[in-house]
């Protein structure tokens, strides 16, 4: 006679492999059988099962007007040539409406600074999620076109002072060199530590020291009598952060000469 629990288990156990992965599994093994035995399979089944859950979670928590989207995350490392298929990615869930701005709109509040505030959530939800977004990702999400998005994020930096972290800024890539200006403008001008600097702009110390070197060594360049083209070349930066700099020392009124005797450093020693 047939014990409880073998009766149990002949009843209910194939309830257990009706789950997506165990036909995974079992696909694997019908149509993959060079991956390997059954344990090197159910590995990439559990990766692949943690992918799906990863980028399908449950919907039942999400908020009104708040939506998932894929995003990089923010400890990955930048490359020239890295496709974003070599890129590691980690959803978001981000607010593409609050209430917020529900209630600017019945205020009357104008519609380009509602939609640039919306902007300005959008990117720094996905920084305190741990990932970055592009202004193109924002653009798709608001279907507004990226020349807009990156108007609205350069004058609300210019405003606030501020940087908004993109993966252009976070990951120090492309044209994106305003917020370099401003970390230096910070340092430079305002005299704030690196401290202070990285708390206000969301960089780290690192990123701040190598920025503050690149300007030391531009000013020694200009200093020195080097042309634009030349300084980029001998600082191995772009024409359009020597520019940025150049701008930010004739805003500023600050006197090259007087620049670096203040900061009393011997530019001579610089490797350049």
């Known amino acids: 006679m047939k014990s409880s629990k073998t009766t149990l288990e002949a009843q209910f156990g194939p309830l ?16 993959c059988p060079q991956l390997g035995g059954h344990l090197t399979r159910q590995v990439i089944v559990d990766n ?11 919907n039942t928590h999400l908020r009104m007007g708040q939506v998932m989207w894929p995003a990089v995350d923010v400890n990955e490392k930048a490359a020239y040539g890295k496709t974003i298929e070599k890129t590691k990615l980690k959803p978001v869930f981000v607010d593409m409406v609050s209430t917020q701005d529900i209630e600017a709109t019945l205020r009357g509040e104008r519609k380009m600074l509602v939609r640039q505030k919306a902007t300005v959530r959008i990117f720094q ?9 592009t202004g193109v990702d924002v653009a798709t999400m608001m279907r507004l076109s990226p020349a807009t998005i990156s108007r609205y994020v350069r004058e609300w930096e210019k405003e606030h002072q501020t940087i908004i972290p993109r993966r252009g800024t ?6 994106s060199v305003t917020h370099k200006r401003q970390i230096c403008y910070k340092m430079i001008v305002e005299g704030k530590s690196v401290a202070e600097t990285a708390r206000e702009t969301k960089h780290s110390p690192e ?7 690149d300007y030391k060594r531009i ?4 200093h020195k009598g080097l042309t634009t083209k030349e300084t980029a070349f001998v600082v191995k930066v772009s024409e359009n952060l020597v520019f940025e700099y150049v701008n930010l020392i004739k805003e500023n009124q600050v006197d090259i000469n007087e620049q670096i005797s203040q900061d009393g450093s011997n530019f001579d020693d610089i490797p350049f």
């Open 16 to 31: 257990q492999k009706k789950t997506f992965g165990a036909a995974l599994l079992f696909f694997l093994e019908q149509q």
């Open 207 to 213: 990123a701040i020291t190598r920025y503050v070197k």
């Open 219 to 222: 000013l020694s360049c200009l």
């Open 48 to 58: 692949i099962q943690e992918l799906v859950d990863t980028f399908y979670p449950p």
């Open 170 to 175: 976070v990951h120090d890539m492309g044209r």
């Open 125 to 133: 939800q996905a920084k305190e999620q741990g990932a970055v977004l």
